[in-house]
């Protein structure tokens, strides 16, 4: 490490002659890949809506959590096949011989990990019923590599295990702090000003509104569905 950090970007001066020269002359992607690498790194969706619910767990602002919406809407719609597996680019890019669909993680996790993990936090408010349908698909491809499928595994852990915090009442924030405290890989925390944001059917609105001004509604290995 003490050598590279001397070195910096002079240690490509270290290669071993003319190997890879031809190729870094005709670019450091091939048109295939280099479309698909370029598409994905102008538009990280699958980034952008974890980020968002990330910030809006952080700091309670709504308009992180419409971003989120909006974000996995696009992905829904443009990158998911019927199975929720997120192709690598979306149906309207540029015409490819084929459509990678891959779901390992590396240098950076995989989109659908990402995904799927942005699902299960945004279901512990508003109900998504195919859900646990599309994680196994998911858990079945970590399975053949579990090594390589961090970021899907990581998902059906808090899917299984994380726990639900839902806070909401005026006299809150106690509570709600309390709720970020618990180290975010393990949970998942909902911040609203009152029970009667929450769907009219949702499992932990008649709790909250029994108990009055400031309460907290805990769950582990759940997340909300539709009755």
């Known amino acids: 490490p003490?050598?590279?950090?001397?070195?910096?970007?002079?240690?490509?001066?270290?290669r071993i002659p003319f190997f890879g020269r031809a190729a870094e002359q005709a670019g450091r992607e091939g048109p295939f890949w280099g479309a698909i690498?370029?598409?994905i790194m102008r538009r990280p969706v699958a980034s952008l809506v974890l980020a968002a619910l990330t910030l809006h767990e952080a700091t309670g602002e709504t308009h992180y959590h419409r971003d989120a919406v909006h974000w996995r809407a696009v992905l829904t719609n443009h990158y998911a096949d019927e199975s929720g597996v997120l192709f690598m680019v979306p149906d309207d890019a540029e015409p490819l011989v084929v459509r990678p669909q891959p779901t390992t993680d590396d240098a950076t996790p995989n989109a659908?990990?990402?995904?799927?993990?942005?699902?299960?936090?945004?279901?512990?408010?508003?109900a998504d019923a195919s859900l646990d349908t599309d994680l196994s698909v998911l858990a079945g491809r970590a399975k053949t590599g579990p090594f390589n499928h961090g970021s899907i595994l990581n998902a059906l852990d808090i899917r299984l295990n994380g726990a639900t915090i839902i806070v909401a009442g005026a006299q809150r924030m106690e509570l709600?702090?309390?709720?970020?405290?618990v180290p975010y890989p393990n949970r998942i925390v909902v911040d609203l000003q009152d029970s009667d944001d929450l769907p009219a059917d949702h499992p932990a609105r008649a709790q909250l509104a029994a108990a009055g001004d400031g309460a907290a509604a805990v769950s582990e290995s759940w997340v909300y569905e539709w009755a």
């Open 2 to 14: 003490a050598v590279l950090a001397l070195l910096g970007d002079r240690v490509n001066a270290l």
């Open 37 to 39: 690498v370029g598409r």
């Open 112 to 126: 659908n990990g990402l995904y799927v993990e942005s699902r299960v936090r945004m279901a512990a408010m508003v």
């Open 176 to 181: 709600l702090a309390a709720a970020r405290n």
